[in-house]
């Protein structure tokens, strides 16, 4: 045999077994990805506002309710005045519930008596009026808490009052303050005494206790 045609058929006998064994072409394959997603977070936040407003709402005053001053205002026995402070919150979260704390502080001064002088309780009530709760009459010097639900999570607790996600700078729920004269004080017992209504504390902490959320 021709010694260039052996060559030539080595060759190409060594070049067919590297295209078999040696690599060069790659079986079909694919890829994809998918995105990794976004975890956002709920929220909870509580704030004061608007004035306090205060009213005289004797039941013997032909005009009450009747808007006083506090600074000027002098009180008599046989008064009842009410002061109003606003309270905006919010809350987001699927699961989210949580307890509005109010925390009230002890009146003070001369004025504060539990007979023959003024007597101070608080309550919460709705946009309605409607009292919200068990927060009724609330003496000064104590803590109550209630519980509220987010509208995501408004049909697993539908017993719950609910917070919407976001404030919106009005007072959806309102500290009602009452302060009344015993009109049983007799001479001048009290006069020219002062009450220094202590100060108001509203909190919003998100409870998961069991039994708040419904998991269905």
């Known amino acids: 045999m021709n010694s260039r045609t052996t060559t030539g058929l080595v060759a190409g006998a060594a070049g067919a077994a590297l295209l078999v064994g040696g690599g060069t072409f790659a079986l079909w394959s694919d890829s994809a990805t998918v995105d990794g997603g976004t975890i956002t977070s709920g929220t909870l936040d509580v704030e004061l506002v608007g004035t306090p407003q205060w009213q005289d709402v004797s039941a013997d005053r032909a005009d009450s309710p009747h808007a006083i001053d506090l600074e000027t205002f002098r009180i008599v026995p046989g008064d009842t005045i009410e002061g109003r402070y606003g309270i905006d919150a919010a809350l987001e979260g699927d699961n989210m519930v949580a307890e509005l704390g109010l925390a009230v502080g002890e009146a003070s001064g001369e004025l504060i008596a539990a ?9 919460l009530v709705d946009a309605d009026g ?16 209630v519980r509220f639900v987010s509208a995501d999570n408004s049909a697993k607790d539908p017993a ?4 919407p996600a976001e404030l919106t700078g009005e007072a959806q729920y309102t500290v009602v303050v009452t302060a009344t004269f015993d009109e049983g004080t ?4 009290r006069t020219k005494a002062a009450a220094d209504l202590a100060g108001l504390a509203v909190s919003l902490d998100q409870v998961r206790d069991a039994g708040v959320v419904d998991a269905s």
């Open 130 to 145: 409607a009292p919200v709760g068990n927060v009724t009459d609330i003496a000064a010097g104590q803590t109550v808490e």
């Open 115 to 123: 007979e023959n002088g003024v007597s101070v309780t608080y309550s």
């Open 160 to 163: 719950l009052p609910v917070l």
């Open 186 to 189: 007799p001479e001048q017992v």
